[in-house]
């Protein structure tokens, strides 16, 4: 053994107890980014080969990049992008290549790019060697390690190399068995997240039937899809479908998937309240304000903050108090009648309708930049006529629950509940309910056979409501009492209001105030001019 080989040994030994802590790391469990971490920590800490990194080309660019580091500063990740079509750097080239690359003083040789060279703490005249070595697989790289290191190390350069010619050989064992292990893994991970979206669609139905939303129809499940997905933002909600779909079922199953379940729920429904009497129901009220305001109130949108607020119907809000509630919208305060300063509030609103908003706006009902504001996340609920195979579990649920209301032991023979699945329900859920607790209490015995559900169902049959596609044709035979139905298109359906004789007298004067204008004249009475023009013609008020 020669002198140099004698001077060596110190060396060799250090190299030695460095590769047997990297061997160390491969029997842990396989984690690549802490295991090749580790290597160029022990390769820094140990050796003095610092700023280890390992760059691989990116499958989309094509450019080498840095994805391993240890000693590098973020700021030089992110320049360590070596394109290899222009053969940049050292690294570009040893990637092309396949040979070492081996720089004793950085700032002699023209072919490397100072990009990625760590300097914090190295003295003005202290110079920076590079080493970078090529990982192979079946002799071909597959990326590139490399080092820096002082020049003037007593160690020599080829003990160097080969050190970092084992540890990249380790460290293209890392990555072979990782990429190994993605792809025997990938139909398991595929396997698993098709048994995440399984139980999210079984969480879906269990959430809506703790809610009173009974049914698993494609349809339904679609409603329920949407309706997760937005559940725990802060985005404004807008609820359509024919009437009795269930729209405030689902307003609450949202508000309780969302961050704000805590607080309160409120719920108004626009057509329920008098047009003079919303703005106070909603605003809210300061004592002596108006006449009969003996005491302040708080209005549904004051109580509603930090929770929810639930707009049932909004289409049959006015539109004088539409400009006021989107102006509480934009600027989160609530200005009750009244009052001399503002009150803030934070709720998040849903809304509902049956009515055709967009029609509403083209008419003039309804404000376009109300209707952009709560029309962000629309949901459409499907009617119960569309709801393949949901009829029977509804009507099995709420006859379950009317049985309990009544004391009742009742069931559906085969027939009837035939009967019910073949009925279009234009009622919707509201109207299904409704027959079976009429079942239920009319049937003489604990069995409610078809003929007894047939007879009920001929007699919904008479306000089976038409689908037309002008909302001002409207039906000739209606009854000939002192009430009449007024229909109003609705998508597949319509709602019916009743229209009443004493009615006449109040048309008669605001007509005779408006100067026969009927555009006032519905304001005045709180209508829209086409259900002026309805009553007028039903009432035989025309000149």
């Known amino acids: 053994m020669s002198d140099d080989d004698l001077s060596d040994v110190p060396t060799m030994r250090e190299e030695l107890v460095t590769i047997l ?22 390769i820094a800490q140990l050796c003095g080969l610092n700023c280890g ?5 990116n499958q989309t660019t094509g450019a080498m990049e840095i994805y391993h580091h240890y000693g590098l500063s973020e700021a030089n990740v992110e320049h360590g992008r070596f394109d290899l079509r222009k053969g940049e750097g050292v690294t570009g080239h040893v990637m092309r290549t396949g040979s070492i690359g081996l720089v004793p003083d950085v700032d002699d040789e023209p072919l490397f790019v100072r990009r990625v060279t760590e300097t914090s703490g190295v003295t003005s005249n202290e110079r920076l060697a590079f080493i970078a070595v090529p990982i192979l697989e079946a002799g071909s790289p597959i990326g590139v390690l490399s080092v820096q290191r002082e020049t003037d190390m007593a160690r020599p350069f080829h003990l160097d190399i080969s050190l970092l ?13 990782n990429e190994f292990v993605e792809e025997k893994t990938s139909h398991l991970v595929q396997e698993n997240q098709t048994l995440r979206n399984t139980l999210t669609a079984e969480e879906m139905v269990n959430n809506g ?7 698993s129809s494609p349809t339904l499940m679609d409603a329920l899809k949407q ?11 807008l609820l359509l479908g024919e009437s009795g779909t269930g729209k405030e079922k689902f307003a609450r199953m949202i508000h309780q998937q969302s961050s704000r379940s805590e607080q309160p729920f409120i719920s108004i429904n626009c057509s329920a309240i008098p047009a003079d009497l919303q703005e106070a129901e909603l605003f809210g009220h300061v004592k002596g304000s108006f006449t009969g305001a003996t005491s302040a109130k708080s209005g549904k949108l004051t109580l509603a903050d930090g929770g929810t607020l639930f707009l049932d119907e909004i289409g049959d809000m006015p539109l004088s108090l539409q400009a006021k509630l989107l102006r509480t919208l934009q600027e989160k305060q ?5 009052a001399t300063h503002s009150i803030p509030v934070d709720f998040r609103l849903i809304s509902a309708t049956h009515a055709p908003l967009m029609d509403y ?30 009829i029977r579990r509804i009507a099995l649920h709420h006859l379950n629950e009317i049985n309990h209301q009544h004391n009742r032991n009742a069931v559906l023979s085969r027939g009837a509940l035939a009967l019910l699945e073949s009925f279009p329900w234009p009622g919707n859920v509201r109207q299904l309910i409704n027959v079976l607790e009429r079942a239920v209490l009319t049937a003489e015995s604990n069995q409610i056979d078809d003929s007894l559900v047939q007879v009920i169902l001929a007699n919904e049959g008479a306000i089976n409501l038409p689908e037309r596609s002008n909302p001002e044709e409207f039906p000739d035979t209606l009854p000939t009492t002192n009430t009449y139905h007024e229909h109003h298109d609705i998508h597949a359906g319509r709602r019916y209001e009743w229209v009443r004789h004493e009615e006449a007298k109040n048309i008669r004067e605001a007509l005779h105030e408006a100067e026969g204008n009927k555009t006032q004249a519905a304001q005045l009475l709180n209508l829209t001019v086409r259900q002026l023009r309805y009553r007028i013609q039903k009432l035989n008020l025309d000149p």
């Open 21 to 42: 802590e990297m061997s160390k790391l491969l029997e842990k469990p396989l984690d690549p980014g802490n295991t090749i971490e580790g290597i160029l920590r022990l």
């Open 53 to 57: 990194r390992v760059a691989l080309p």
């Open 165 to 177: 010619r084992v540890a990249s050989a380790m460290i293209g064992q890392v990555l072979r068995i």
């Open 209 to 215: 039937v703790a809610h009173g939303v009974i049914g």
């Open 227 to 237: 309706a997760n997905q937005v559940a725990d933002t802060e985005a404004p909600i």
């Open 334 to 338: 609530v200005d009750p009648i009244g």
């Open 361 to 390: 706006v083209n008419q003039g009902h309804f404000r376009l930049d109300l209707f952009y504001r709560i029309n962000v996340v629309p949901i459409e609920l499907p009617a119960l006529r569309h709801r393949d195979g949901d």
